[in-house]
């Protein structure tokens, strides 16, 4: 199962990638929040998908799963969203100004 999800991560940072090398506001930003989805699968993986109890010590519960990987990923998907909210607001602040959405557009603009 691993494998399927590194695989995965692989083709999610691929298309995240290319979406970053576009030249559109849009695409800029959904490849950003690819991206960080694609490292949210990667700690996933890293940690390992274990299957268990839940972390509490009991007499009767020999193994169980470590809950620092989906504390470390709940917390970043949360960053990811701020994140992906401001850029939102800031390609349309960008957009009202100059009209464009093309970062070509907009450095000719400022260049004039």
């Known amino acids: 199962m691993e494998t399927l999800i590194t695989l995965l991560v692989g083709v999610l940072v691929m298309v995240a990638v290319y979406l970053l090398l576009s030249r559109n506001f849009v695409r800029i930003i ?5 991206l960080s989805h694609a490292i949210h699968l990667l700690i996933l993986a890293m940690g390992g ?3 268990g109890g839940a972390p509490l010590l009991t007499e009767e519960g020999s193994t169980y799963t470590d809950a620092l990987p989906q504390a470390l990923i709940l917390t970043a ?8 909210a401001f850029l939102l607001v800031l390609a349309y602040r960008i957009y009202r100004e100059t009209g464009a959405d093309n ?8 260049d004039d």
Do not use: P
Not at 30 to 34: H, Q
Not at 77 to 84: N, P, R
């Open 49 to 51: 998908l274990k299957k």
């Open 103 to 110: 970062l070509d557009d907009v450095r000719s603009e400022s």
């Open 77 to 84: 998907i949360v960053i990811s969203f701020a994140v992906t």
């Open 30 to 34: 959904l490849g950003t929040a690819i």
